[in-house]
């Protein structure tokens, strides 16, 4: 069994193939299970608008890629183009580097670390994970927290949400004359809502496919909530629209939004969807009125600041590299556990062995000084017996190296 990542990022990737690949909580823990039913022996899998990820432990990675295009009914050819495979030390370093944020679009951004340990908590709770990706994980925030600590690698890192408010300013100038709607209700969208709520826009509307949700964040930030449902008669209102569901299919679509830009008279619509897969048809881009940015749109706006971050991402590196030969060396000890299970257990029938022999001797007669004497050459002998012999069997460089082995073991110092 090897430890394997199996992946597509926003660097291998584009959108258009990330979001098919992409799970939703919902659907994660049977395809979790789905996985260790039939290729692994333990699985997590992390899934977020840049990354689709699966560590596993298994014999091969191929089967792996093969789930992961069988799962979302896609062709095989579609998807390995895209993926990356990383195996042990790799996979390690990989898993320690993404959760301290140096893997991500933006540099150092922290959301990853959360979106990360939830991922890892569905995968615990759905019983897929075992002793090897536990321990991995464990180390892995491990290393995130002392990355954060030590480093200065999430200063002035720009947000998705930072990002948004960048680019409304660059089309509208002052944000306080709009109205801003925000599609979703989840973690994301309420770190969006949050920084446009600084901003005292002109109203907030929160639309969510249940109104209690969506009217428990529209109070934290003063605005109002609106059913998902009654988004198609609502949306012309709305100069900036940012939307972020699990959703596994377009909410708004182009007819939607060109019924909506002909009531606005043809008013711009400043539009951000940060959902994967995409809340709103690409085909709204092509729109003349509508500017409608995706996360990978928001890549360079994000970077503001990378040089400082660059600076430091050196030390989290150089972090990230010694932790992650410190878990090889906890894993390559695991390995040798077998070994050494069967080494006790062959001393251990020596042992009752000789004892029973000595037992025996006891009771014809024999002094217990005696039988003592006798166990206690036999099991010397006996223990001995394999690595003299291999000691005068071997010739030559062989010899030579098992002597200094030997030595080791038995703590000879002459």
């Known amino acids: 069994m090897q430890l394997y990542t199996i992946g597509v990022n926003h660097t291998t990737a584009p959108i258009s193939i990330r979001e098919h690949i992409a799970f939703s909580d919902d659907n994660l823990r049977h395809a979790l299970s789905d996985l260790t039913a039939r290729n692994a022996a333990e699985a997590a899998i992390l899934s977020t608008c840049n990354r689709t990820e699966i560590y596993v432990q298994s014999q091969q990675p191929e089967p792996i890629v093969h789930w992961l295009a069988d799962y979302h009914k896609l062709d095989i050819g579609n998807v390995q183009p895209y993926t990356y495979t990383l195996t042990n030390q790799d996979a390690v370093k990989h898993a320690f580097r993404v959760a301290s944020g140096l893997d991500s679009m933006v540099l150092g951004e922290p959301q990853i670390l959360g979106q990360f340990k939830q991922s890892v908590k569905i995968a615990q709770d759905a019983g897929t994970l075992g002793t090897l990706l536990h321990k991995l994980f464990q180390r892995t925030f491990e290393v ?37 709607l925000f599609i979703g209700a989840g973690e994301m969208i309420e770190l969006c809502a949050n920084h446009f709520a600084a901003q005292k826009p002109k109203s907030m509307t929160v639309a969510n496919r249940t109104i209690e949700r969506g009217a ?32 596994q299919l377009p909410i708004v679509g182009l007819g939607m939004v060109e019924r909506a830009i002909k009531a606005r008279r043809h008013r711009p619509m400043f539009m951000v969807d940060l959902a994967v897969p995409r809340d709103i048809e690409p085909e709204v881009a092509q729109l003349d009125d509508v500017f409608l940015y995706t996360v990978d749109d928001l890549a360079q706006v994000v970077n503001d600041g990378m040089v400082n971050r660059q600076e430091a991402a050196i030390n989290a590196e150089m972090i990230v590299a010694a932790r992650a030969e410190s878990f090889m060396h906890w894993l390559k000890k695991r390995d040798a556990v077998p070994t050494i299970k069967a080494l006790r257990d062959q001393a251990e029938a020596m042992r009752q062995t000789e004892l029973e022999k000595a037992l025996k001797l006891i009771q014809k007669g024999e002094s217990p000084e005696k039988a003592l004497e006798a166990m206690s050459l036999a099991l010397t002998n006996k223990f001995l017996h394999a690595p003299s012999h291999a000691l005068n069997l071997a010739h030559g460089d062989e010899h030579a190296k098992l002597e200094i082995i030997l030595k080791q073991l038995y703590q000879i110092k002459n």
Request: charged content about 20%; glycine content about 6%; overall charge negative.
């Open 144 to 180: 995130a927290k002392e990355v954060r600590t030590n480093t200065d690698i999430g200063a002035n890192s720009i947000s998705m949400a930072a990002a948004a408010i960048k680019l409304a300013q660059r089309i509208f100038g002052n944000i306080s004359e709009q109205k801003v």
């Open 216 to 247: 428990d964040l529209a109070e934290k930030i003063g605005g109002q909530a609106i059913l998902l449902n009654d988004l198609a008669f609502r949306l012309s209102e709305f100069d900036i629209v940012i939307t972020s569901t699990a959703s």
